[in-house]
Structures are given as C-alpha cells and as structure tokens.
C-alpha cells in the first residue's frame, strides 16, 4: 500500500506547489476533503459489503471534491484556477486510501501518517517559490506582496519539470547526506 499512495501523492507535491500559497490551499483542501470523508465513511463501512463500498466511496469521493472545489470558485477563485487540474485527483486519493485500508487506522495514526506529506508540501512549495520568483508568500493576501529576497528566480523551478528538478537535488542532497554519516559510522568501529 506504500508505495502506491507514495506515488500517488508524487502528482499534487510535484504539480500544485509552484508557490507557498498553492501549496498550502492544496493542502488544506486535501485534509479537509479527506477529513469529512473519513466521517461520512464511517457510519456507511460496516453496512456495505462485495464491492459495493468501493462504489459509495468513490461516489462520496467524488461529491465532497466537487463541493471543496466549488467552494473555493466561489471564495479562492485565483487559487482554484491555478490548482483545478488537481484538485480533480483529490476524489482517486480517497477511493485508494479507502481501498487500502488508511480510513480503519486510529485517527492519530492517521494524522501521523498525512502530517509529514502535508509539511513535505509547504516546504517544497516554499522552496520552489523561493528560488523561482526569489520571493516567499506572495500571492497569500491581496495586500501583501511577499517577503522579497532577491529581485528575480529561476521561473523554471516553477514549472512541473523544475520540480523535478529540484527533487532529484534534494533526493541527491539526502543520499550524500546520509551516505558520508553511514561511512563515518563505519570507520569508527573499534
């Protein structure tokens, strides 16, 4: 189960975190949705049996996301415009994570589990913001501009293969990272 909603979940850190903003709207869109899945779920899990909950749960799914997603038309308008492609997929998170077997964990397991993806995805959308448009918030209220750090960024860190980019660094940073500490472990022996 692991390794699919692994990569599962590869789709929103990598395409909806060009920003700080982007990242957190998606973020929170995806606990909320999941959340309220997770309580309308519940009462109906024990009640359907063969494939029946796959079934409701795809139906459920799919109409809490299109209420996040009109909600945040009617409130979050530029946000949503940017993130609208995504937000679609939020509905095949749920129906997998259910399928799986994520909703019958403890709640705490559960926010154990989605906690560090959900940080993982402000740091990444932070980072990409930072060294795509050397600025950090911007875009978060109407009236603020962001912390401006430098005057211009790489714009190619804001694109999907940018991300890719920037993962295979950070991906290479930790293998070298935890490579000299394994090597330094070992020399030490006595």
């Known amino acids: 189960m692991k390794h699919t909603v692994s990569l599962l979940m590869l789709v929103p850190l990598l395409g909806a975190t060009p ?17 309220v899945f997770a309580v309308c779920m519940s009462p109906l899990r024990e009640r359907l049996t ?15 996301t299109s209420c996040a997603d009109l909600a945040a038309q009617r409130w979050f308008l530029p946000w949503q415009q940017k993130s609208e492609l995504y937000i679609g997929l939020i509905a095949l998170y749920c129906v997998v994570l259910e399928y799986h077997g994520f909703f019958g ?16 995805m402000l740091l990444f959308g932070g980072l ?6 050397g600025t950090l918030g911007r875009g978060l ?22 991300a890719f980019v920037l993962l295979g660094l950070l991906l290479s940073i930790r293998q070298a990272w935890t490579r000299r500490n394994s090597v330094t472990k070992e020399t030490h022996r006595p």
């Open 105 to 120: 964990e403890p709640v705490a397991a559960r926010v154990k589990r989605c906690a560090p993806f959900g940080a993982l």
């Open 50 to 64: 063969g494939t029946s909950p796959l079934l409701i749960s795809l139906i459920v799914a799919a109409t809490l």
């Open 141 to 162: 209220t109407a009236h603020w501009q962001g912390l401006v750090l430098f005057p211009e960024g790489l714009h190619l860190i804001t694109l999907v293969p940018g």
């Open 128 to 133: 990409r913001e930072i060294i795509g448009h």
């Open 19 to 35: 920003t700080l903003d982007a990242a957190l709207g998606m973020t929170l869109m995806l606990g909320a949705v999941l959340g």
